[in-house]
Every structure is written in C-alpha cells, then in structure tokens.
C-alpha cells in the first residue's frame, strides 16, 4: 500500500487545516489508519486512530475535541479535520495503516511521507 499525506501548510493560531491521505496499491478497507506526527528535536507521537469500518475513533489528550479523524473506503482516503491549531501542534503529520487498532506506531505498517503543518502564534 502506497499512502500520501497533503493537506499541509503555515496557518496561525486558531485556524484550521484538514489533512487527507490517499491510498493506493492496495483495498484500503480492513486497515485500521492512524495519524502521527514529529516535532523537531522530538519522537513521533500518536494523534489520532480510526478503525476499519470509521466507527470507532480515539484521540491523543493533547488533540481531543480539536481533531477529528474520519475516512471514506469508497474513495481510498482518510482525513483529518483539525480546528483551533496552537503553536504545539507544529509538526510533520504522517498517515498510516496497520492491522490493528493501537495507537503505537510500530504496529502500523505502511507509514506515507509525511505533510508539514506549522502553527504560528
């Protein structure tokens, strides 16, 4: 499965952007998908998870309420909506897809290249 995250940019505080991942190669159906992100100088840290079928979904705290991850299979895409951005959510968001519903990232194994969100105050 090959994924692409877009959706990136430079916003200010408050704002929102809404990420999209497309996937290809492969059903995108039957894969749980999950959004991570990396600061600079930082590990990788989940955001957000979204089951097979995008009826259950959870969050990282830092996220909930602002961010809300959904998906359409008929498409082969997944999103994320996020809404009243802060400087801290400045990172490379990345897109992912495994075959179970965790939220670590070593249990996802297609990873896309990542889109850059900045947040300026």
């Known amino acids: 499965v090959q994924l692409q995250a877009s959706g990136g940019g430079l916003v200010q505080a408050g704002d929102s952007l809404k990420l999209s991942c497309a996937a290809s190669?492969?059903?995108?159906?039957?894969?749980?998908m999950g959004w991570f992100r990396q600061a600079p100088g930082k590990e990788r840290e989940f955001v957000a998870r979204i089951d097979f079928s995008g009826q259950t979904t959870s969050y990282a705290d830092s996220v909930k309420g602002r961010f809300t991850i959904s998906r359409d299979n008929a498409k082969n895409m997944g999103y994320l909506q996020m809404n009243s951005l802060k400087p801290d959510d400045t990172a490379v968001y990345y897109c992912a897809l495994g075959q179970v519903f965790r939220f670590y990232a070593r249990d996802y194994d297609y990873w896309g290249q990542g889109t850059l969100v900045t947040v300026s105050s």
């Open positions: 190669g492969r059903t995108f159906f039957g894969y749980v």
